[in-house]
């Protein structure tokens, strides 16, 4: 149940040996998203050992080429190892057209079904829930349009304490319903009131995925205290006048961002292939904001219950 | 004036980790091609040393998705990295669609001229020539249309003896006409025959590109004597049926086809990811055409003048 984000490529624009575009694969409360799909996110899927039979939900935040290039083929690599399962992509208008006709030119149609849901850029909107998890896309301010992604636990249950279970006999059957808040009568007809069986619920665990951007000042009205944000940095302040031209933000904007919306973690990522040392995107943001990492291609970042506020990096 | 040829991509369909869809990048009399450009070509481009810059002329074969979905890709760093130089394509109808529709989602055009030039399915056709070189597309069977590619040097001017020049003061000027096998008249008005001047004119250098197909029949017609042919066996004789169902060759297949072209080397690629082990594709073509290699990725392969009947791999 823990949450686990696998960084497939952190750099923007132009890809090269060893700086792939954006990709990510995340894992909350065991559902996967596959966040963007820069050109070769299916081997770089395949060099972290994620079979692509866990794809079953794609989201685009907008269509630069190094956020969807890689899409149609993987698409077309799974209609190839025969997949039946449908495939849900969350995307700008206009990325279907682009699937199709890849595919029309191919002269074949895909093995499964493709339910596409398009993305709204004007407001927060929901994209995706089950009894688990939560998730929104909230519009961001890029060149063209493009939405940030936050993925959120429910309010998880209640821990039972084991002792009581062993003590007070409890059915397994009732176990759920406990869990859950409910107050507990005994055989004998005695009601045991529910904190006296449980401990508080685990903090539930949230991920923002927000790129490309300028810094967004209302971030906070969609995005608060999330377990964990990933936020561009493609520039360091030397070249601030040029982020705010192409519509990115610098890593000390980012810190700022990460500070203001109370975030327990940051990422930085979405750095501009002209850094080839990346030094100065820590020393821009940690004194604003100190639990923030730095983006690297392969790297799983880890944030597990029982320490909902540390990052773990593998 | 080396004919050569690097091999970006020489496997089938599905991209996988060192397994790279097809892209060849030729040179011929200092002229340079990229053919197909399945999905990483660009990096795979810079893993071989080969700057963007020297694209000018790109041939895609046939519009499944390993021979061309790196293109687009590529033509986008290429318009980031502020190109202004034309680049021409020589490829089937509808990659230009293909092309435009996901520059468009981008919101901007490139910022060099693109000149397309559709592929002819229906017989042999000439892509490209200038005072040295010239290119034919011709078509091939597979389940789409799809041509093949023949480079020719054109005749090369006949060697001039060294000593000759020195002994009989020959003026700079007049060694280009000699050389193309003019006589030549000294100050004295004595005319020199040719042949007393010159050794025979060195081979022209050829190279046939040939996937994805079956083995063609009437090849000969379109192709004669290549210095090198690359022909396709996406599979061995163990799936001889598959390769017939999918338009495909085998390596058997592949190595009559060299012989009966006389080609003077074949490599074989465009292997299936099914095989992890190559050695079954040269037990079954090296007792029929001796001369055969097997393409591999990150590779160079370079017929040179002097030798012009062997194969280099670098």
Request: glycine share 6%; proline share 4%; with cysteine.
């Given at each position: 149940?823990?949450?686990?984000?696998?960084?497939?490529?952190?750099?923007?624009?132009?890809?090269?040996?060893?700086?792939?575009?954006?990709?990510?694969?995340?894992?909350?409360?065991?559902?996967?998203?596959?966040?963007?799909?820069?050109?070769?996110?299916?081997?770089?899927?395949?060099?972290?050992?994620?079979?692509?039979?866990?794809?079953?939900?794609?989201?685009?935040?907008?269509?630069?080429?190094?956020?969807?290039?890689?899409?149609t083929?993987?698409l077309s690599?799974l209609h190839l190892?025969?997949r039946?399962?449908?495939?849900?992509?969350?995307?700008?208008?206009?990325?279907?057209?682009?699937i199709n006709l890849q595919m029309k030119a191919q002269g074949s149609w895909l093995s499964y079904p493709l339910?596409?849901?398009?993305?709204?850029?004007?407001?927060?909107?929901?994209?995706?829930?089950?009894?688990?998890?939560?998730?929104?896309?909230?519009?961001?301010?890029?060149?063209?349009?493009?939405?940030?992604?936050?993925?959120?636990?429910?309010?998880?249950?209640?821990?039972?304490?084991?002792?009581?279970?062993?003590?007070?006999?409890?059915?397994?059957?009732?176990?759920?319903?406990?869990?859950?808040?409910?107050?507990?009568?005994?055989?004998?007809?005695?009601?045991?009131?529910?904190?006296?069986?449980?401990?508080?619920?685990?903090?539930?665990?949230?991920?923002?995925?927000?790129?490309?951007?300028?810094?967004?000042?209302?971030?906070?009205?969609?995005?608060?205290?999330?377990?964990?944000?990933?936020?561009?940095?493609?520039?360091?302040?030397?070249?601030?006048?040029?982020?705010?031209?192409?519509?990115?933000?610098?890593?000390?904007?980012?810190?700022?961002?990460?500070?203001?919306?109370?975030?327990?973690?940051?990422?930085?990522?979405?750095?501009?292939?002209?850094?080839?040392?990346?030094?100065?995107?820590?020393?821009?943001?940690?004194?604003?904001?100190?639990?923030?990492?730095?983006?690297?291609?392969?790297?799983?970042?880890?944030?597990?219950?029982?320490?909902?506020?540390?990052?773990?990096?593998?």
């Amino acid at each position: 149940m823990n949450l686990e984000l696998v960084i497939l490529g952190c750099h923007s624009a132009i890809p090269s040996i060893n700086r792939n575009p954006t990709s990510q694969f995340l894992t909350i409360h065991s559902r996967q998203f596959l966040i963007d799909c820069g050109e070769g996110t299916q081997v770089r899927l395949r060099e972290n050992g994620i079979g692509l039979g866990r794809i079953n939900h794609i989201l685009i935040s907008h269509l630069h080429g190094d956020h969807f290039f890689g899409l149609t083929p993987l698409l077309s690599s799974l209609h190839l190892l025969g997949r039946n399962k449908e495939i849900h992509i969350y995307g700008p208008h206009g990325l279907k057209d682009i699937i199709n006709l890849q595919m029309k030119a191919q002269g074949s149609w895909l093995s499964y079904p493709l339910i596409f849901h398009e993305l709204d850029f004007t407001k927060k909107s929901q994209l995706y829930e089950d009894d688990k998890i939560i998730v929104h896309s909230f519009p961001v301010k890029h060149r063209i349009a493009c939405c940030g992604f936050l993925f959120e636990e429910k309010a998880l249950p209640r821990n039972i304490i084991g002792e009581k279970i062993k003590e007070l006999s409890i059915p397994f059957l009732d176990i759920k319903g406990i869990k859950n808040g409910n107050d507990w009568e005994d055989e004998n007809g005695k009601t045991h009131n529910n904190h006296s069986l449980t401990t508080k619920a685990p903090e539930s665990l949230s991920y923002a995925f927000c790129t490309d951007t300028l810094p967004l000042e209302n971030l906070q009205d969609y995005v608060y205290n999330p377990s964990l944000l990933y936020h561009e940095a493609t520039f360091t302040n030397k070249h601030k006048d040029r982020a705010k031209q192409t519509h990115h933000s610098t890593a000390e904007q980012a810190a700022n961002i990460a500070k203001g919306i109370k975030a327990g973690n940051l990422i930085l990522g979405h750095f501009s292939t002209r850094y080839l040392d990346y030094s100065d995107f820590l020393l821009e943001s940690k004194p604003i904001f100190p639990k923030v990492y730095l983006a690297k291609d392969g790297t799983k970042y880890c944030i597990k219950h029982q320490n909902p506020k540390s990052l773990e990096i593998e």
